[in-house]
Each structure stands twice: as structure tokens, then as C-alpha cells.
């Protein structure tokens, strides 16, 4: 049988199995012997030993679309990252570092603002303005009038997602309002491990629908770009593309070269200015970073 890992918790691999629930597995000694170590995300096949109990073994980790370190997890198709509208204000320049490195990864990602039942239509092209050329849907929700949690459910559908933002944008309410209508049981992981209830914050796949999951990951306040040359930083800037071809110079930076048409481009509006500023600030961190 084949199925996805969804939680790993003091040597036990939680393994959902479409159409059968979850299974409770160990992974063979080979693994060890080989240096691999079984991640959330990964397809796994297995061989059950007690399907009462729902027990079995991991025997073989299926090949990984990708692999992220923090948080530790693998086969992430694409990545929504959720912000505030408002309450609190948006910070653009860590949402750039979130897809900076998601680009890195070549993870697809898709912006979502919560709390727009607080902001006007203005205020919602405002910053639909500032992401126009940054390649990646721009959905806006309400947690709490139940708007726009169809649109991210249907986004989802039949992938795996990993969830992030900062703390007190909602993210917890829309992740709860995507699970309402999940049919499996939550606690049936606790019920399997009682010790699973009170330990450290571990990456667990959540089961939207039967091939559809989201990572919940904790919410972070700052994130720094890591393994970035300077000269690589442009690379991650969709909104750059169509004007780079035009510098003076090829391998422009856009920073202090002359006849620039990336600048120029800013100064006309062609650019967001906002967003310009945060990779003229991520580009001076990759510069001055020591190297060791």
C-alpha cells in the first residue's frame, strides 16, 4: 500500500492512506543504514501489519518533488502565505523575504490578506498594485464573515500547501474554516499516541480532502534570506524581467549603475516603489553578509 506521511512523532510515522484512514508505521532499519530519514510530505509504501490496529512499516520512501528544511517537510506543491489586510498592517518587506525563498525552492506561491471586511475597495488596490507583477495569485478573505475560503479551497484542491504568516493575521481561523467539512478525525493521531498531545510543536499535514493537505507551519516575524549572492536576488523579482533587457549594462543590479531601465521603470511607476525599496534592502543584506 501506498500513502503520504502526515505527522512524525518519537519514531512513529503517522501514513494516511486515501480511502482507508491512518496508519501507524516504524520505518525499517535500512533507512538508518542508508542516512535517509522519512520527512512529512513523503509518499511512502508500506506493508501493514495489523489492520484492526492499523500498524505497519514504512519499506520504501517514494522519490521527493523538493525538500524544505524549515519547516522540515517534503513534496510541497505550492505555498500560501497569509498576511492581514490590516489590524496589523501588512509588513511587504517580510512578505518579499517569504517569496524570495520560496522562489529559491521553485515553490509556487499564492498571497492571501485576511480581515478584508476591514478595508475598502482602495485600500484593496492599493496593494493588489504592489504584487501585480510578482507572479503570484492575490486572493483576499474573510475568516470571519466566511468570504473567500471557497476561492483558497478550491486553489488547494489536490495539492500540498504549505501554510505561513505572522502571528495575529488570522491564519488559525481560515486553516479551522478549510477543515470544516473534513470528515476525518483530528484526534484519531492522539488517540494512537497520548504523549503526541503535550510535546514540542512538530509539522503535521492536515487533510483538507481526500488528495488535498496543508502544513501548518508556526508564525514567524522575521526570516532572513540564506544561501543568496547579491547578484542573485534580481533573479527572484518578476516585476524586473521585461526592463532588464534594456540596461546599459548587461548583468545590471539595479542599484547604482547608470542608464538603468529598472530604475527608470520605478520612477515612471511601471515598478512598485515598495517593492523596489525592500530588494534594494534584501540585496544590501546579501552583500554585507559574512561569509564563514
Do not use: W
Given at each position: ?18 480511502g ?9 532499519g ?14 511512502v509504501a ?15 520512501i ?8 524549515r ?91 504549505t ?18 467539512e ?13 504523549r ?10 492536515i ?14 516575524s ?20 521585461e ?10 543590479n ?23 525599496e525592500?530588494?534594494?534592502q534584501?540585496?544590501e ?8
Amino acid at each position: 500500500m501506498q500513502g503520504k506521511i502526515i505527522k512524525g512523532i518519537a519514531g512513529f510515522y503517522y501514513v494516511h492512506i486515501a480511502g482507508h484512514g491512518i496508519y501507524e508505521c516504524k520505518a525499517k532499519g535500512v533507512f538508518r543504514k542508508n542516512h535517509e530519514k522519512p520527512l512529512v510530505g513523503d509518499n511512502v509504501a508500506l506493508d501493514v501489519l495489523d489492520e484492526k490496529t492499523k500498524e505497519g512499516n514504512i519499506t520504501e520512501i517514494l522519490p521527493r518533488q523538493n525538500e524544505l528544511i524549515r519547516p522540515a517537510v517534503a513534496n510541497v506543491d505550492q505555498a500560501l502565505v497569509i498576511f492581514a489586510a490590516t489590524k496589523p498592517e501588512p509588513n511587504f518587506n517580510l512578505l518579499d523575504r517569504f517569496l524570495l525563498m520560496m522562489h529559491q525552492k521553485e515553490i509556487p506561491c499564492i498571497i492571501c490578506f485576511n480581515k478584508d471586511d476591514l478595508i475598502d475597495v482602495k485600500k484593496q488596490e492599493q496593494i493588489m498594485a504592489i504584487y501585480e507583477k510578482a507572479e503570484c495569485p492575490i486572493l483576499f478573505a474573510s475568516a470571519k464573515e466566511d468570504r473567500g475560503i471557497a476561492k483558497i479551497r478550491e486553489c488547494l484542491k489536490g495539492k500540498t500547501t504549505t501554510v505561513a504568516g505572522p502571528s495575529g493575521v488570522g491564519k488559525s481561523s481560515i486553516i479551522n474554516k478549510l477543515q470544516k467539512e473534513v470528515k476525518m478525525q483530528t484526534g484519531e493521531i492522539s488517540n494512537k499516541i497520548e504523549r503526541g498531545k503535550h510535546t514540542t510543536r512538530h509539522s503535521e499535514l492536515i487533510t483538507v480532502e481526500e488528495d488535498t493537505y496543508i502544513l501548518d507551519t508556526p508564525g514567524f516575524s522575521s526570516l532572513a534570506v540564506f544561501d543568496c549572492e547579491k547578484e542573485e536576488v534580481k533573479k527572484f523579482y518578476p516585476d524586473f524581467v521585461e526592463y532588464e533587457p534594456y540596461c546599459r549594462f548587461q548583468g545590471c543590479n539595479h542599484v547604482n549603475e547608470p542608464d538603468c531601465e529598472v530604475k527608470e521603470a520605478v520612477s515612471r511607476g511601471e515598478i512598485n516603489t515598495l517593492r523596489y525599496e525592500n530588494y534594494l534592502q534584501i540585496y544590501e543584506e546579501c552583500r554585507t553578509r559574512k561569509k564563514y
